[in-house]
């Protein structure tokens, strides 16, 4: 099923999209003409698969439950923000803070992500196949961020248990963030993440990086929780 | 919040639709600073160009009554309140005379600026003035919500403090008060108690001592303290800073006819063949310039 949003208005799309006639059989859907418009596809909450064709503003996808999102062209801020589950795939860059506070689901942008990638995430992962901008991750709770590009300055600033995953030069890492060993158990893990996306990269060869647990009341016995 | 947008022309293909093409993303913008807006215009001419705000009550007779023995070789072009005086004479004649005239506001001048500014909802604004029928090389616009400074005329933007220079600024400044201070002692006049005027009089200071706009851009990144994305125009194009942390958006849409950069791409998605435009974000504390 096909959408214009050159002719129908945004309100009339999402809630269509949000309020998915179960009995019906259509699954799949197409938006043309985006435009740049802000909240699109917005607290989707049912397997449904969206194709976005072209660029679009701020919060596309948020609070994304269930549903396959995938925007063929660059996003505005805060892409995928609180994302339960699902997947939301991003062909163009991506604008500061994609992905903040996920706490479910898999957010891949192809191009670029610019700052504060991840910012309070909680569970999402996120792959960026290009850079990160300055502080991405910061305060990251919970979840896996994977770039494979490089990243900006104060990566992790503050981060809590989220594990950061960088193929290429990191500019500097934030407060209480620092590398940490790759081990066969974060390789396997590591190897999960890019084979579910079917990514091809060397595990290997990626750094890890995560807290340095000395700012936060860290107890090893909640470990479990994250 | 503000929205702030830019559109410099590589090529003269667009040249007569510059008005057509920034009235779209002015409009587009009006939810981002529904209580003013303005836009610079840049069309080169032979002679200098002086924009100002008429009073009320002050008519564009009056205005011609004062300057026929003052002015040589005079043109005026009335737009709802604001006149564009066309004339042979230089800066330092005109410029006194026109101060003195208390009915009317100098609000900008150089041989390609035109600038017009009116408090309002930015989509009144544009159709007050016409904005479609304008013609030039680059263009600079913004829509306002005010924070710093009362809604007023001299608190919209685009703010003017040299010749052909202009500022439009999405964020806010904290140290504005200590640099007009010591800005006024290095001669910089102001209008208005906003802190982007501040900004605009800093980039002017600067100028004014042969430092390039690149370099002065950079060193406004010590100098200036707060939150900005800003687009400042000359007379060749614009330059385009955000501050070190970025938190005011900006996203730049670049083809082989066009620059247009904007606080958010919905202000651009009408410009012709943008889904093809190479579009990315201009990165924190860098400069980037076109033409100048």
């Not at chain 1, 699109?40 to 679009?56: M, P, R, S, W, Y």
């Not at chain 1, 992500?113 to 909680?122: D, E, N, T, V, W």
């Amino acid at each position: 099923m096909n959408f214009d949003l050159s002719k129908k208005t945004l309100r009339e799309v999402n809630s269509y999209l949000q309020n998915i006639d179960l009995k019906s059989n259509q699954r799949d859907f197409v938006i043309k003409n985006p435009l740049g418009n802000h909240a699109l596809c917005a607290g989707l909450q049912d397997e449904i698969k969206v194709t976005i064709k072209g660029h679009v503003g701020y919060y596309c996808a948020g609070m994304n439950k269930k549903a396959e999102v995938t925007i063929e062209g660059n996003v505005g801020t805060g892409v995928a923000e609180n994302m339960m589950s699902g997947l939301v795939h991003v062909k163009g860059n991506a604008s500061q803070s994609a992905g903040a506070t996920g706490q479910g689901g898999t957010l891949v942008i192809d191009g670029d992500a610019s700052s504060r990638c991840g910012i309070s995430m909680k569970g999402i992962n996120i792959i960026v196949k290009g850079s990160v901008g300055h502080m991405s991750a910061f305060m990251a709770q919970s979840g896996n961020l994977v770039i494979l590009g490089d990243a900006d300055e104060y990566l992790g600033d503050s981060i809590y248990e989220a594990k950061i995953y960088c193929l290429g030069k990191v500019k500097s890492l934030g407060a209480d963030c620092i590398e940490k060993e790759m081990n066969d158990k974060e390789i396997k893990h590591l190897s999960a993440l890019l084979e579910a996306q079917n990514i091809k990269a060397d595990p290997k060869k990626f750094k890890r990086y995560g807290s340095a647990r000395s700012l936060y009341n860290f107890k090893i016995d909640n470990v479990s929780s994250y | 919040m503000c929205g702030i947008v830019g559109i410099y022309l590589k090529n003269k293909k667009y040249n007569k639709q510059l008005g057509k093409l920034l009235t779209g993303m002015m409009n587009n913008m009006a939810s981002r600073g529904p209580d003013s807006a303005g836009f610079a215009i840049y069309n080169k001419s032979s002679k200098f160009k002086y924009t100002v705000c008429l009073q009320k009550n002050f008519e564009l007779k009056n205005l011609k009554k004062i300057l026929k023995s003052k002015l040589t070789n005079t043109k005026y072009k009335l737009i709802a309140d604001h006149v564009v005086i066309e004339t042979s004479s230089k800066p330092e004649k005109t410029i006194p005379i026109l101060k003195n005239i208390q009915d009317i506001d100098l609000v900008g001048y150089g041989k390609s600026i035109e600038i017009f500014k009116q408090v309002g909802n930015p989509k009144d604004v544009v159709k007050k003035f016409s904005l479609d029928k304008f013609s030039g090389s680059h263009a600079i616009g913004h829509t306002r919500m005010a924070t710093e400074s009362a809604i007023t005329t001299d608190g919209s933007h685009p703010y003017s403090t040299g010749e052909d220079e202009c500022l439009v600024h999405n964020g806010s400044l904290s140290n504005h008060n200590n640099l007009r201070r010591s800005l006024i002692k290095d001669g910089i006049e102001f209008k208005s108690q906003n802190d982007t005027e501040v900004a605009a009089g800093y980039i002017s200071n600067s100028l004014k001592n042969k430092t390039s706009l690149k370099e002065t851009l950079t060193n406004g990144l010590k100098d200036l303290d707060g939150f900005y994305t800003f687009i400042t125009g000359t007379q060749k194009g614009f330059a385009v800073l955000r501050d070190e942390i970025a938190c005011k958006p900006a996203v730049i849409a670049e083809t082989k006819d066009y620059v247009a950069i904007a606080s958010e791409f919905q202000a651009m998605a009408h410009l012709p063949d943008v889904n093809k435009a190479d579009i990315y974000e201009p990165k924190p504390g860098i400069v980037y310039s076109w033409g100048s």
